[in-house]
């Protein structure tokens, strides 16, 4: 599992709808320490001894001494036959990573949480048979909505989150010929909408033949089978 932010009961909850139960968790790979990342991940980790990777910055934020199992990630590591690099991004936490799993031939990226791209993240995840990316927000929703001036500066910097433009560029830069699935993640509820979200993929994704569907916080999604259809 990559981070929980929801509460326990939610995610055990969330599990069971993908007919799963936290003891089939292998462990809990953490990206950093902001709430909607970390908030359930105590009690699940140690109710159930699922072992939680973080780095050592996000590790100091989340108190290391609350866990029963905590490892702290300085490299590339492994978990059963998967094969985690890790990935710093700009964000405004204190050592934040975003991740590339690999198993079987099959390389997965996850991206969310960052103000800005650049040349390294775009290498690292280049070759990828399924990604998700964070849309976080459209720029003029964001500029018009109810947010406080500062937190608008905050969301739209460079270490903030990635708009529509910028996911849908970062999409259309690493989209390779083995690229099969795209979702659409870490969208905010307020600052954008479903709508926008499925134009930017469109915009960068339409003559390819490349799956992509939009997270709903409140749904989830169901499995997904990463091949070529
Ligand atoms: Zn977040
Ligand atoms: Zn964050």
Redesign the pocket.
Known sequence: MVDC?FSYKDMVTRLKRLDLNPDALAAIVV??E?S??VNGIKALSNRHSIPVYASRGTWIEIGADNYKFINHIDGLFSIGDINITPIPVPHDAREPLQFVFGCSEKRLGIL??LGSLSNRILTAFSELDAVSV?FNHDISLLQRGPYPSYLKTRISGDYG?LNNNQAAKLVEQIASDRLCTVVAC?ISEINNEVALVEKALESVLKDRDIEYLVASQSDGFGWITVERR
């Open positions: 932010g990206t950093h902001h909607d990342h969310s949480d964070e989150h870490h």
